[in-house]
C-alpha cells in the first residue's frame, strides 16, 4: 500500500530555513510518480498550492512562495523535497506532500495520495 511520509516541520524564526522531505513507499514495480508536491493549509484557511514537480523535473510554484522556497525530486528514492528560505510568519501551516501515480502499461492515472502533514511554524 502506497504511503507518504513527510519530515522536517518545525519551530523556526523569521528569515530562517527548513528543508522537508517527503518519502513515498509500498510502490510497486507497476506504477510510478509523475507529479509529487507540496500543499499547505493555515488554520481558517482553504489549501493552497505550495509547489509541484513532475518526473521530468518541471516545476510550479504558488505566488506566495515564488523565490523564496525550492522544491527537488530524487526519483530513484521516491523523494520529495522542499527547500524554505526567508520563511515568515505566514508561511505558518500544516504542509502536505501529494503525489499521483500512474501504470506504466497502460499509461494512465492509478490514484492520488496525500500525507498526514507536518507542522512549520515561523515564529520570533
Known amino acids: 500500500q502506497v504511503q507518504l511520509v513527510e519530515s522536517g516541520g518545525e519551530l523556526v524564526q523569521p528569515g530562517g530555513s527548513l528543508r522537508l522531505s517527503c518519502v513515498a513507499s509500498g510502490i510497486s514495480s507497476k506504477i510510478y510518480s509523475n507529479t509529487m508536491g507540496w500543499y499547505r493549509q493555515a488554520p481558517g484557511k482553504q489549501r493552497e498550492l505550495v509547489a509541484t514537480?513532475?518526473?521530468?523535473?518541471?516545476?510550479n510554484y504558488g505566488d506566495a512562495v515564488k523565490g523564496r522556497f525550492t522544491i527537488s525530486r530524487d526519483n530513484a528514492k521516491n523523494t520529495v523535497y522542499l527547500q524554505m528560505n526567508s520563511l515568515e510568519p505566514e508561511d505558518t501551516a500544516v504542509y502536505y506532500c501529494y503525489a499521483d501515480f500512474w501504470t506504466w502499461i497502460p499509461s494512465r492515472k492509478f490514484n492520488d495520495h496525500w500525507g498526514q502533514g507536518t507542522q512549520v511554524t515561523v515564529s520570533s
Open positions: 514537480i513532475n518526473r521530468g523535473s518541471t516545476t
